[in-house]
C-alpha cells in the first residue's frame, strides 16, 4: 500500500497538545513527534525515509529551503545524491544533503532515505483505535489514512454524516465521497464527521472520545 504520512498543515493553536516552546509548525511536528513518539517512517513516491524526532545534524552548512510539512522536506531530499534532511519545527526549514552527525535539537527532526525499503514494507494496522495515542497507519478498502487516535481535529466540526458503528465505517464514508480528506469518529454517540481539509488547519485537541483519521495521498 501507498504508506506516505500526507500530513501538510500550518499553525497550530494554543491546546492541550501543544507545547509552550511550538514554532507556528507546530501541528506537523506533533503529528509525527507528539505523545512521546521518537521515530518513525514516512514514504514519498516510491521512497522510504526513517525519521528521528529532536535530532538535527552537525553539519549543515548551505542555506535551508521552506517546507511546510516534514514530507515536503523529505521530498526535498527525494533523489540519490541526497540521503539525509533536517526539519525544523519553529520555521519550517529543510536543510538537505546533510551529512555530518545527529545532535540533540528540539524541534528538529532528521530524516534519512531508506535506499533498501519499499513502500509495502511500512507497517499497517487494522482501521481501530485500541490506543487514544495511537499514530499509525491503515488501509480501508485500498485507500491508505494515517490515524490519529484521541485527537479532535478544529475548532469548528466537519460536515455530520450520521452515526455509524466504527471508525472504519466513518473512514469509508469519506473513502466514497470527491474531496473528503478527513474523518472523526465519537466513540460515545456514534456521529461521523467528515472534511475536506487534512484535519490539522485550525486547533487541534486531545479527546479520548474522538477517533480520527488523515488520507494519504
Not at 466537519?158 to 469519506?174: H, K, Y
Amino acid at each position: 500500500m501507498k504508506a506516505a504520512f500526507i500530513i501538510s498543515a500550518l499553525g497550530l493553536a494554543q491546546s492541550a497538545i501543544a507545547t509552550g516552546n511550538a514554532g507556528p509548525y507546530n501541528s506537523v511536528y506533533e503529528q509525527y513527534c507528539g505523545h512521546g513518539q521518537k521515530q518513525g517512517t514516512i514514504t514519498v513516491g516510491q521512497s522510504v525515509f526513517n525519521y528521528v524526532c529532536d535530532t538535527g545534524n552537525n553539519a549543515i552548512s548551505k542555506g535551508p529551503v521552506p517546507a511546510a510539512s516534514l514530507e515536503a522536506c523529505a521530498n526535498l531530499c527525494n533523489n540519490d545524491s541526497c540521503d539525509q534532511a533536517v526539519w525544523f519545527r519553529d520555521n519550517g526549514n529543510c536543510w538537505v544533503s546533510v551529512t555530518g552527525s545527529p545532535i540533540t535539537v528540539s524541534g528538529q527532526i532528521a530524516i534519512t532515505r531508506d535506499p533498501t525499503a519499499t513502500p509495502n514494507q511500512c507497517h499497517s494496522v487494522a482501521p481501530v483505535c485500541n490506543n487514544p495515542n495511537t499514530r499509525q497507519m491503515t488501509e480501508v478498502n485500498g485507500q491508505g489514512w494515517f490515524l490519529a487516535c484521541g485527537t479532535r481535529f478544529g475548532v469548528v466540526r466537519p460536515n455530520q454524516t450520521g452515526r455509524v458503528d466504527s471508525l472504519e465505517s466513518c473512514i469509508e464514508t469519506c473513502n466514497q465521497r470527491y474531496g473528503c480528506r478527513s474523518v472523526m469518529w465519537n466513540r460515545i454517540d456514534k456521529y461521523c464527521y467528515v472534511g475536506d481539509k487534512n484535519g490539522l488547519q485550525g486547533e487541534v485537541t486531545q479527546n479520548a472520545n474522538i477517533d480520527a483519521a488523515i488520507k494519504i495521498e
